[in-house]
């Protein structure tokens, strides 16, 4: 299957600082990647999905302006956690759409980065 | 708003048995669905990927997928205790381009 990184994979910043998650498509390209965040023993909740070249769509109730998405390119899209604090720390997931033709088939598949495990002091 | 639904168990089967999982969704119009294994504290991996009704086999693990009944199912022959972790069903909305996924179910193989 398609490769997808994520870095870092753990980062532990103070309450008030900025950071920054880069997601990256290794062998394909990405039009579009999928920013998620899952607590401990929840389910995967999707915060957002980055188009290249365009503004993030958000999903309701996730503040856009916290939650700064970029996908410059079709392997990159980053997401920069602002001004970070203590409830911000959970585990951030990134997922890429690979959408290819295989033969006679067209397949859509989603693969996800490693994570990125953000703990907030 | 279009569900995805699983049993979140635990599943509980016997070294060497076959692990049923199964996912019901609610969107007729769905097209491609999708099964992940997810261990503690990693992320999502992709086992199988299934668009037509029927079977579709791969190595010990075969998807099912029936449209009419708007039923997925995975199953898993000969588990091994490394097959412990967390499935989660997926199936992709295309109105909204993006998956919708279950709560996910926890089975466990025991020796």
């Known amino acids: 299957g398609a490769v997808v990184s994520q870095h870092p994979s753990r980062v532990i910043c103070k309450s008030g600082t900025s950071v920054k998650i880069e997601c990256r498509s290794l062998?394909?390209?990405?039009?579009?990647m999928f920013w998620y965040r899952q607590f401990p023993k929840q389910s995967l909740m999707l915060m957002a999905t980055?188009?290249?070249?365009?503004?993030?769509?958000?999903e309701q109730g996730v503040e856009k302006d916290k939650f700064l998405i970029n996908h410059a390119s079709l392997t990159l899209s980053t997401l920069t956690v602002t001004s970070a604090h203590p409830e911000d720390s959970s585990f951030y997931i990134c997922?890429?759409?690979?959408?290819?033709?295989?033969?006679?088939?067209?397949?859509?598949?989603?693969?996800f980065g490693p994570g990125t495990r953000l703990t907030v002091l | 708003q279009k569900e995805v639904e699983q049993n979140s168990g635990p599943l509980s089967v016997p070294e060497g048995a076959i692990a049923s999982l199964n996912c019901t969704y609610s969107?007729?119009?769905?097209?491609?669905f999708f099964w992940y294994r997810q261990y503690s504290g990693k992320s999502p991996e992709l086992i199988m990927s299934?668009?037509?009704?029927g079977d579709k086999e791969d190595g010990r693990f075969t998807a099912q997928l029936n449209k009419a009944s708007q039923y997925v199912s995975l199953l898993i022959r000969d588990s091994q205790p490394s097959d412990s972790a967390t499935y989660l069903c997926?199936?992709?909305?295309?109105?909204?381009?993006?998956?919708?996924f279950g709560t996910g179910t926890r089975l466990q193989v025991t020796l």
């Open positions: 997922s890429a759409r690979d959408f290819r033709l295989t033969g006679a088939f067209l397949t859509d598949t989603q693969y």
């Open positions: 062998d394909f390209q990405a039009t579009t």
């Open positions: 980055s188009n290249e070249g365009s503004k993030a769509t958000y």
């Open positions: 969107d007729r119009g769905s097209q491609s």
């Open positions: 299934i668009y037509s009704n």
């Open positions: 997926a199936v992709f909305d295309g109105t909204a381009s993006k998956l919708t």
